[in-house]
Structures are given as structure tokens and as C-alpha cells.
């Protein structure tokens, strides 16, 4: 009898240990008394009724304080009741007791950044927030419009910004969703201070800064941050950058952005050329660049390898203003060979077109065939300029 006795005890620890606090009513068949299930029981209470906790539960809950000095649920509730009070001392007091039992509780941080929210307490909030999206990845999408709101406002963006140091993350996080939503720059950058870099993993936030103010039309300031952030100056009268396709630094969009997909693949070979292949199946843009030419004719030039021979080949350089609304240049290849030649063409940017996208396209024909080009030495000049 007392062998089954202490096997009853230790198979009710158990279950008690495993279930008292994920699974409580379970656990509460087995040991109704005690404060591990009971702190289970309350919690599940807490999140199902919040404002309209029982006092029944409140009762139990200061029993399991007593019992069970060292568990956070107790705590936890009195600093929510307080809160819902609008007792800002004492629900401070009792959930600050409850993280130093459990620094890892969600719950407990959560109601601690609503306090401090209340209070004003702007670095322990961003604290909050920070140590949050950490524990709850998924809370990310909570926090970082939040924190992005407070980093509008000039007497808290010193804090936010020494606070956000200490998580490259989030701060990456913050700047690339202030600059998608196409915020003040210069708020950006005072947020993001001497940081140039960006973490592809989380957005690139220069590129989203840039491409915002590009959708705005405010190319000459876009073209100001790509050099900032540290695109290179051109090469003599050249007005396309990297036209000898070397790989050379500057983000898109004043520097190329080439595409790979099912409809078409386009890189850059060792060789200082761009390599195309289209499939002729879909519309696909296979390369890119925006350009700011002033109003005026220019020149654009290449040479090129490959096998275009016929009429019904579509991959076409052009040049299109930023609007959509005017194209002043549309170049197909055709007779094209692997002995190669210089194709030119004359073209006049208006002088409602401050940005023009020069693209490297391909249209779909009623027969679908793989196309094959090498593109090398691409310029566009100033009409009178050097060839």
C-alpha cells in the first residue's frame, strides 16, 4: 500500500509538472490544490475574459500568490487589474514582480508596453517593443508600424534612435517601413544615422527609400541618395551607368536591375557583356535602368551578338518616360549574328519627362522561340557628343 501510495504521488508530479500550466484542467483531476494548476486555471481565465475576470478567480489567484510566492499569474492578474483600474503604480509594481519571475512572459511584457504607453515612458516602451519582437516574431508586424509612428515625433527620435541601435533588426525594419510608405527622407536618415548597409534579409531599406521617391517623380533627389549610398560617378560622356556591364557598385534603380525568370534570363558575363536569353512566351522586362536626362536628343548605341535573324524577333530596347505616357525610343534587335555589329538610334526626350526607364524588353510572337544576344559597349550621348 505504501509502494502505491508514493507511485500515486510521483505519477501526480508528473502530470502536475507537464500539464499544470499548458493543460490545467487536465491537471486538475489529478491535483486540484495545487498553485501550479490553479496559476493555469487563472491564466486561461485571464485570456478568455480579461476585463471580466470573476472574483472567484481573483480569490484563487492571491491563494496561489501565498502558496506559490515564486510564479508569475498571480502577479500577473493583479498588475491587469490594476491596470484596468487605472492604477498606474500598482500595476507597474505587481507586473514588474511578475517579469522578475518570468522575464520571457509575453503576456506580462505585453501589458507592461500598454503601461508604459500610458505613462509616456517612451524607453522603457521601446524596450518593451524590442524585447517583444524577439520573443514573438510574428509581433513584427505590430511593433514596427508603432515604433515608426513614434520616430515622427522629434522629441522622441533621439531615444528611439540610441534604443534601435542595439537591434540592427528592428531598425532595418523600421527604417524600410517608413521609407515603403514613402515618409520624409531626411526623417530616414536621421533615424538611421551613419548606417549606408542594409540586411537583405529584412528589406533594403535604401532601395525602398529610393524607389518611393521614384514613384513620387522626385528623381533628382532619388539620384542624390543612390550616390550616397554609394553609386559611382558615370564614365566620360556615357550617360548610362555601367553600360560596359562590369558589375560596378550602386544599387538599382540608377544602377542595373537585371531579371531571371521562367520568361526570360539576363546577366552579366565576366566578358564585360550582358547576356540575354528570352524565351518568347510572355511580356518580360529582362533589364533595367532609370536615367535623368535633361530635355534634348541623344544617341543610344550597342553592339551585338547573337542569332535575331528574322522579322519576328522581339527584344527591344527602350526608353520610356517615367509616367508611362511617352516613349521616345523603341529599338528592336533584328539581323542579328554571331558576327555581330553596332546598331544606333536617334531619340528626343520632351521636356515632360523629368525620369526615363531605359528597359531591355521582350514581347511574345505567335511562335514562341528561344532568343539568344550578347550586348556589349551600350551608350546613350548627348546629340554632338563624342561617338
Known sequence: MAAAFFGWLIIRMAIVSEMGLSRPRVAAFFAPEDPRVNAGLVNIEMRRRM????PVVKRVAREALVRAPL???PFLLAGIDRLLRRDQQGAHRFLSHALRRNARSRVARLFMLELSLRRGDVTRAIADMTILSRLMPESEGVFVPELARMAQDPKIRPTLRQMLQSDPRILELVLN???TKGNNPELVLQLAGNRR???QDVGDWRQALMDALVKQGRVARARQLWAYFGGAAGTGDNLVYDGDFE???GLPPFNWRLNSSNTGVAEMDKGK???VEYYGRADSELASQLLALPPGPYRLSFHAEGDLKGPAHRIIWRVQCLDGKTT????PLANITYAGRTVAAAFTVPASCPG???QLIGEPTEFPKNESVSIRNLKIQKMGGAS
Open 51 to 54: 476585463d471580466r475576470v470573476r
Open 71 to 73: 510564479m508569475e499569474e
Open 177 to 179: 517601413h517608413l521609407a
Open 197 to 199: 548597409t542594409a540586411t
Open 247 to 249: 558589375g560596378r557598385p
Open 273 to 275: 557583356s550582358l547576356e
Open 328 to 331: 521616345p525610343l523603341s529599338l
Open 356 to 358: 526615363q526607364w531605359l
